[in-house]
């Protein structure tokens, strides 16, 4: 579904199909991340014993995408959930290690897939249960980056890690709601710290607020009063294309990912863009937790690219 929306062309490669010849697609999931990460290296001409540190994480309950691909790539393993923000979350940490000089090449992971995630966090597709217009379609896909230092951008200039909003929001087929909180709190606190405004970035990506959180950003700045809203986009409101069914639009651990790796690295590369802040927002519930009645933290992190 990916492959046949508006941004199939910024997307490295297009898969033939969600199974890829595996019996489940955990399996299937954890394989196309291994792919992206082979991708990634030949791109790149890395060798895994030249990279000091292998940073990723998934959706699944023990990240085991990333757990079991770190069994193929014996790079020291840091292992990170910050749920559909796990990517920026493994970015900012590869760019800190990076400034820190931990390391001079660090690798970068994260996959998800639609039924993997369903059968986990809502209910097996096979009952066939009809989704609501807030709920959202997980994205199936994989992205992989190595960061490293160079003369060439884009690179990483600012992170800004945000703090865990809970507002109280139950509802679980409705995470727009409860993450853009996060999103603001985080988007504001960097603009705070860097001295910026919204203006000062060509585009402000975030991660999958869908069509309702979307909205509900909007409102917050626009209540405190802020101005260039146009600059806004959220990937998770754009990945799909108007005719397909996925309700509020993409989400996942992939949905930033793709979006960031493919989309927004190319509006650097040519030019449309000079500096692009990622916001990838991530709801941090669990399956029992919401069984209990619990409500939904959530996490922002922000990510300035610049060209």
Same mark, same amino acid.
């Given at each position: ?38 991708? @990634?290296?030949?791109?790149?001409? @890395? ?19 990333? @757990? ?32 820190? &000089? ?52 884009? %690179? ?14 139950? &509802?679980? $087929? ?18 705070? &710290?860097?001295? %910026? ?16 959180? %979307?909205?509900?950003? %909007? ?14 986009? &959220? ?10 069914? @996925? ?36 709801? $941090? ?23």
């Amino acid at each position: 579904m990916e492959g046949k929306g508006p941004y199939a062309l910024d997307f490295d490669e297009i898969l033939p199909d969600d199974v890829l010849s595996q019996k489940t697609p955990e399996k299937t999931e954890r394989l196309m991340l291994e792919l992206a990460i082979e991708k @990634t290296m030949q791109q790149k001409q @890395t060798k895994i014993e030249d990279l000091q540190f292998f940073i990723a994480g998934d959706l699944m309950n023990q990240i085991i995408s990333a @757990t079991f691909a770190a069994r193929t790539y014996a790079a020291p393993y840091l292992g990170v959930y910050g749920a559909c923000s796990t990517f920026a979350e493994a970015l900012g940490l590869g760019a800190v290690l990076l400034q820190g &000089d931990f390391a001079e090449q660090v690798l970068i992971g994260t996959a998800s897939h639609y039924q993997s995630a369903e059968r986990q966090f809502r209910y097996p597709i096979e009952l066939n249960i009809q989704h609501i217009a807030s709920n959202h379609h997980t994205v199936t896909g994989a992205g992989a980056a190595i960061l490293g230092f160079s003369d060439r951008g884009p %690179r990483v200039t600012h992170a800004t890690f945000g703090s865990v909003v809970d507002m109280g929001i139950k &509802d679980a $087929l409705d995470m727009g709601s409860a993450m853009a909180p996060a999103a603001f709190a985080t988007l504001t606190q960097h603009l705070k &710290d860097t001295n %910026r405004g919204l203006e000062d970035y060509d585009m402000i990506l975030t991660g999958d607020l869908g069509k309702q959180g %979307r909205k509900m950003l %909007r409102v917050l700045l626009t209540n405190t009063e802020y101005s260039g809203l146009e600059r806004l986009q &959220d990937g998770g409101s754009q990945i799909y294309g108007d005719g397909q069914k @996925t309700g509020a639009g993409g989400s996942g651990a992939a949905c930033i990912a793709v979006m960031t790796l493919g989309y927004g690295l190319n509006m650097l590369k040519s030019s449309k863009a000079q500096r692009i802040l990622i916001v990838a927002t991530g709801a $941090l519930q669990s399956p029992t937790s919401v069984l209990q009645g619990d409500s939904i933290p959530c996490i922002a992190h922000a990510i300035a690219l610049e060209a």
